[in-house]
């Protein structure tokens, strides 16, 4: 009741600020926003270099390597690129959710289901290669949105919130992989062909493999054009569809989309199982694409990518085409982990950068909301 | 003393003014809230302050329990120039305002909801010791172990009163108090505030837009326009008109503006016709019959309410905030499904809560809080008049927004909206233009039925009157018009026929031309 | 499935089992007491884990150094509450949200203390066993709680004092108002983020304190694989006790028990029950108790809604 009122009581006077205040962004403070944004990550960086030296190590050579590993070195963004494009699938999907107003962070999990799922049935089915490739994805496809799927169903029949159904059901995902890992009628590889106590799922066949590309001597699966593709294609149906439009609409005022023929439930859990799609399909391409161990499941195969596509997501807001750079610079903090060996310091340190990086690129846009709102409500006591 | 203070000490010319404004102002942006303003609360006096919605009463009074600091002049509190950052300050120096919109926990009890933003030690007892005395004090009966959602709009307004009292406050402000009483509340309210002014020698500041009330209940009046000061004048022997006037800048001749302030006008002979009674014959556009609706908590919200509206005609649907009207105008936006009962749209069934349904079948609404159902804030100005039929302007499921900006700049030439094109985010147009964006949307569907919940709610006079004439047209037009109101005066000056809602039922109704004033506020006090 | 009954059985009747069951139930409930009170106020703090798992690191780190446990533990609670004013800050004074900021910091902090143990090896050790006369005298339950390492009674204090903070001080009620409805609260003059952010640093001092705990009730040496998501766990057992201060107990004993399952069943010679669905036993349990009853319960007004003044 008092919330309705705070709108009405203030009306008049926020309305004109706001419009005053929308003027100004228009107008010239890009270059404000440039050196937030600089030397947010500036001071990202110097921090990790200070905990690199404070261990002993090296900055300059960390850093180095890093950039050696992910694109200087030959052949190194062929790599890149492979890592990426499950990164990307990730955030796509994130970036639906994100439309309808959901939040889903159970991406690891929900990408671990899918690469179970495509293992199964890329193992098991017969025929000829590229068909069954194309079926284990799409298997890939259907795990990753039934886990999804469920925390959707059960936030718009249940009521219980998806953040926390999503979340938990990650950890659930990875031990049930576990699980079947030690199960040889699941997908524990035959005792043949494997050191006797490793937990691995029998590696894919050389034709239901995903094939792959060489460009100016960088080598990449195909799943990676596959996967800007699909970026385009999110693109177009997010930002310029009707379906992207009233997907917006739920996410931005569930009552007045439901009025306007928006059915919440349907759009909601229609939204969450895309967002578990795309995880899902990220699983299937990276057991399938080689750049993730060697075509075969290990216990704890998710190796992160899931948090790395979701926090690619929230780093470029929601936006498709931001995405694409975003998920890069992720691929390159894990490629560029593979010359850290040399200099001595512990490949953790990427997570560190990364981790950094992320929370350092979360307060520009923070602190313009925050200025933009005081400048809105200007001399009112703001205790924001 | 600045000249316009000087000739308001007359009554207690020795005390200083318990709180004085000082040539205060505030501006935001380029919109001056409060240009200069000078005015002053006696004690043992209730001084109305008037004015149409934005003329910057309520701006005035932020600042004077600290939500907001004047940019210039200043707040003089017993003589002595303050300075009141928040409102805890200002409640250190005894001052304390009843909000319009209730500023109480639900899930806590009455004592809990008195002692927040106190300081020092929470002492239970002390408190419920607190609130029993002041409740006797002033009439206010409540237990202070009650849950505040259990109580009515009535009761609540007491918890707010009590904690205002509480730690006896001098000056008072009461912000709008009796948009959501019901007739009788309304009174109760202002003979134990003529109470609280004779027995404790208080200082009260009664802010409203309802002149009559302000008439009723004060003992000096300020009148505010545009952030200025415009009248000030001893109650007795003031005339309406002239208080209109002041409060608009002109004549007020239009029946419906006499009842934007609140004006009850029953003798029927205003300046608007009113109506012949539209022949109900034939088929209702709109029939609701038996409708119920049971809350998550278990509350009953519609109970067997039942309905008709035929074309062409205006129904009012009168009663005090909470007796349903939110479920009634949920119903009709498909945002919740009946438990019993049916809706039916020119003799065809209608499914309701399920999406889109309501508006397919032709049921247009300018909902109650357009914030909440009527609009997307952060979408621009097109996007929310395309929000229920974006195919209109879609081909192979693609939205062509050339098109779709283009039709909607026709809209906005037509409706008058006010904006910057239709690329305008929505929440940067003011609630009137952003109300105008929800009927433009509305009206261009060609409906059968036009349901407007308090469609005027928190507009200003002009705002008021253009809403108020579109629905006329409408009804003209043949569209049957459900017009969901708190405010009695608007439903007298715009209906046809009058229903009362109580408790999730209609308790009963009567033609606008043999409408009985003392009848309808019994029933909407809940006799049956 | 008989073999599961024996396995149950067997587990009833062992004392290490009710030993282990505890332990594991006060480093939930060491985080589940500050989050409650945090989710009181209407905040989710995803990083309790970090919160947690920063405790213990500096809490191993504390001790390497000192030798003193009393001094790891105030170690721990630094760290937390460094965590956490991280978390409260982004989120409560600038308008990030509070998952994406909770999500980072456990990957941040993960990584960060897995690259600081790969150089720094700090030791530490389980601390003694301290026998209470008389209340361990019982069978199975009297050692479970009262022939613990010390360090694991700092919970006994704690528990009536959050209660009395939360229901009995003014702090207390101001934090729940806040919670329900912070428009509301703040209208009545509260300082809403500032409380919020308050209820955040206790959580991080409280969750430092619960991973300290652990290190040396428990663990004995820091991995980084320590917490292993007990953070996330606690979370779920403050929802799944329905944001009431016993619920939230009886969830962390609940999950207290299934995790010494996971430790009881392979050392009683037991095969048949896979870890894994232990492991995942809590999540599950309260997923299952969120959907039967969510629509019950009444959750914090404004649970995980930012306030900004002038927005909804």
Not at chain 1, 108 to 122: P, R, T
Not at chain 2, 109 to 138: C, F, H, K, M
Not at chain 2, 454 to 475: F, K
Not at chain 3, 78 to 87: H, N, S
Request: with cysteine; hydrophobic share 50%.
């Amino acid at each position: 009741m008092s919330d309705v009122g705070e709108h009405i009581v203030t009306e008049p006077e926020e309305d004109e600020v706001a419009s005053a205040a929308l003027q100004r962004s228009r107008f010239g403070i890009t270059g404000e926003v440039i050196a937030l944004y600089a030397i947010c990550v500036f001071v990202a960086l110097a921090i990790a270099a200070i905990c690199v030296a404070a261990t002993g190590g090296s900055w300059v050579n960390v850093y180095t390597a890093i950039l050696d590993g992910s694109i200087r070195k030959p052949g190194r963004w062929g790599l890149t690129l492979g890592v990426s494009a499950p990164i990307l699938l990730v955030a796509l999907g994130t970036v639906v959710n994100g439309r309808a107003g959901l939040v889903n962070i159970g991406q690891e999990g929900q990408l671990v289901m899918g690469s179970c799922f495509a293992s199964y049935v890329a193992v098991r089915l017969g025929g000829p290669g590229p068909m069954v490739l194309i079926i284990a994805m799409l298997c890939g496809i259907v795990g990753g949105a039934i886990w999804a799927g469920i925390a959707g169903a059960l936030r718009y029949y249940r009521n219980v919130p998806e953040v926390l159904s999503t979340l938990l059901m990650g950890t659930v995902a990875q031990n049930l992989m576990g699980w079947g890992l030690r199960k040889p009628w699941l997908l524990l590889a035959p005792a043949a062909g494997r050191a006797n106590r490793n937990q691995v799922s029998e590696p894919l066949n050389s034709h239901t493999r995903i094939p792959r590309v060489t460009w100016f001597g960088n080598e990449f699966p195909i799943s990676v054009l596959v996967a800007l593709v699909l970026c385009i294609g999110v693109w177009v149906v997010l930002d310029r569809s009707v379906i992207g439009f009233r997907l917006r609409m739920l996410g931005r005022n569930p009552k007045t989309a439901q009025r306007s023929g928006v059915a919440e439930r349907r759009y909601g859990i229609g939204a969450m199982l895309v967002s578990g799609a795309f995880a899902g399909l990220a699983g299937g391409i990276m057991l399938a694409g080689g750049d993730f161990g060697n075509y075969q499941l290990v216990a704890n195969f998710g190796a992160g990518i899931g948090f790395a596509g979701l926090l690619a997501a929230l780093v470029a807001r929601q936006r498709v085409i931001v995405l694409l750079f975003v998920a890069f610079l992720f691929g390159c903090m894990r490629t560029g982990t593979g010359f850290l060996t040399a200099t001595g310091v512990s490949g953790r340190v990427s997570d560190v950068v990364q981790g950094l990086l992320v929370l350092s690129l979360l307060l520009p846009p923070a602190i313009l909301y925050v200025r933009e709102r005081r400048r809105a409500l200007s001399a009112t006591s703001t205790r924001v | 003393m600045t000249p316009a203070a000087d000739h308001r000490a007359g009554g207690l010319p020795d005390s200083p003014p318990a709180a004085e404004f000082v040539e205060v102002s505030k501006r935001f942006g380029r919109v001056v809230a409060c240009d200069h303003v000078n005015l002053a609360l006696h004690r043992g006096r209730i001084h109305g302050v008037l004015g149409e919605n934005g003329a910057g009463k309520s701006t005035l009074m932020k600042m004077l329990i600290g939500l907001i600091l004047p940019d210039d002049g200043h707040i003089r509190i017993h003589g002595e120039p303050v300075k009141i950052v928040d409102p805890i300050e200002a409640a250190r120096m005894g001052i304390a305002m009843v909000h319009q919109h209730f500023s109480l926990v639900e899930p806590l009890t009455v004592w809990e909801n008195v002692a927040l933003g106190d300081t020092g030690r929470l002492d239970p007892a002390r408190i419920r010791r607190r609130v029993g005395e002041i409740s006797e004090q002033y009439g206010l009966e409540i237990d202070p172990d009650d849950r505040i959602f259990d109580l009515t709009a009535g009761m609540r307004q007491r918890v707010e009163i009590i904690k205002c009292l509480r730690r006896d406050p001098e000056i008072l402000v009461f912000d709008e108090p009796t948009s959501v009483l019901s007739p009788a509340e309304s009174e109760f309210l202002f003979a134990a505030l003529r109470r609280v002014v004779e027995d404790q020698g208080k200082a009260v500041a009664l802010v409203s837009h309802k002149l009559a009330e302000v008439i009723s209940a004060s003992d000096e009046i300020t009148i505010m326009r545009d952030g200025k000061v415009v009248d000030y004048r001893p109650t007795a022997g003031s005339d309406p008109a002239t208080l209109a006037r002041a409060m608009v800048g002109r004549d007020v001749v239009l029946r419906r503006e006499h009842a934007a302030f609140g004006v009850i006008d029953d003798s029927g002979d205003g300046a608007a016709p009113v109506k012949q009674p539209v022949a109900q014959q034939g088929q209702p556009v709109l029939r609701i019959t038996g409708a119920s609706v049971t809350g998550r908590d278990g509350r009953v919200l519609l109970d067997g309410l039942d309905l008709e509206v035929h074309a062409g005609e205006i129904v009012g649907v009168a009663g005090v905030e909470g007796n349903g009207q939110r479920t009634l105008g949920d119903v009709l936006s498909s945002l919740c499904p009946l438990a019993a009962g049916r809706v039916e749209v020119g003799g065809q069934q209608v499914a309701t809560g399920q999406a889109g349904a309501m508006a397919g079948a032709g049921i247009a609404i300018i909902p109650e809080d357009r914030h909440d159902s009527g609009c997307v804030l952060d979408f621009t100005v097109a996007e929310n008049i395309f929000i229920a039929d974006p195919q209109r302007v879609a081909r192979r499921g693609l939205m062509n927004r050339a098109q779709m900006n283009g039709m909607a700049s026709e809209l906005i030439e037509k409706f008058d909206i006010v904006c910057n094109g239709a690329r305008a985010p929505m929440w940067s147009l003011s609630g009137g233009n952003q109300q105008r964006v929800v009927l433009a949307r509305e009206l261009s569907h060609q409906p059968r039925v036009l349901v407007a919940a308090q469609p005027t709610r928190g507009l200003d006079v002009g705002a008021i009157e253009y809403m108020s004439s579109q629905l006329r047209a409408a009804a003209d037009n043949g569209v049957g018009v459900l017009l969901i109101s708190t405010e009695l005066e608007e439903i007298l000056d715009l209906a046809d026929r009058i229903i009362v809602i109580s408790n999730g039922r209609i308790v009963g109704g009567m033609r606008r031309d043999e409408v009985d004033i003392a009848e309808l506020g019994l029933m909407m006090g809940g006799a049956q | 499935m008989g073999n599961f009954f024996h396995a149950v059985g067997d587990i009833a009747t062992n004392t290490s089992a009710y030993r282990n069951a505890i332990i594991v139930a006060v480093v939930l409930l060491f985080a589940a007491s500050g989050e409650l009170i945090a989710e009181k106020a209407g905040t989710i703090n995803i990083s309790l884990e970090a919160m947690m798992l920063a405790g213990a690191f500096s809490a191993a780190i504390g001790v390497d150094i000192t030798h003193s446990v009393w001094i790891g533990l105030v170690c721990a609670c630094v760290a937390g509450f460094l965590v956490a004013a991280v978390q409260a800050n982004m989120s409560h004074r600038l308008p990030a949200d509070q998952f994406v900021v909770g999500l980072v910091l456990n990957v941040l902090v993960l990584g960060l203390v897995g690259f600081l143990t790969s150089s720094i090896k700090p030791k530490s050790a389980v601390v003694r066993r301290v026998k209470i006369p008389l209340l361990s005298r019982p069978p199975l339950l009297g050692p479970a709680l009262f022939d613990q390492p010390w360090v694991l009674y700092l919970v006994y204090p704690l528990i009536p004092l959050v209660w009395f903070l939360i229901y009995r001080t003014r702090w207390g009620l101001e934090v729940r108002a806040v919670g329900e409805d912070p428009n509301a609260s703040d209208v009545s003059g509260l300082h809403v983020n500032k409380l919020r952010r308050q209820t955040i640093y206790l959580t991080g001092l409280l969750a430092g304190l619960g991973g300290g705990y652990f290190l040396f009730a428990r663990a004995g040496k820091f991995e980084d694989s320590l917490i292993g998501g007990r953070g996330y766990i606690a979370i779920a057992a403050v929802i799944f006790g329905g944001w009431t201060l016993k619920g939230a107990i009886a969830g962390c004993v609940t999950f207290g028990l299934i995790g010494s399952f996971v430790l009881t069943i392979p050392s009683l010679g037991y095969q048949g029950i896979d870890p894994a669905f232990l492991a995942i036993a809590p999540n599950v349990v309260t997923i299952v108790a969120m959907a039967v009853f969510a629509k019950r319960v009444r959750q914090p007004g404004a649970l995980a809604r930012p306030f900004i003044r002038g927005l909804k």
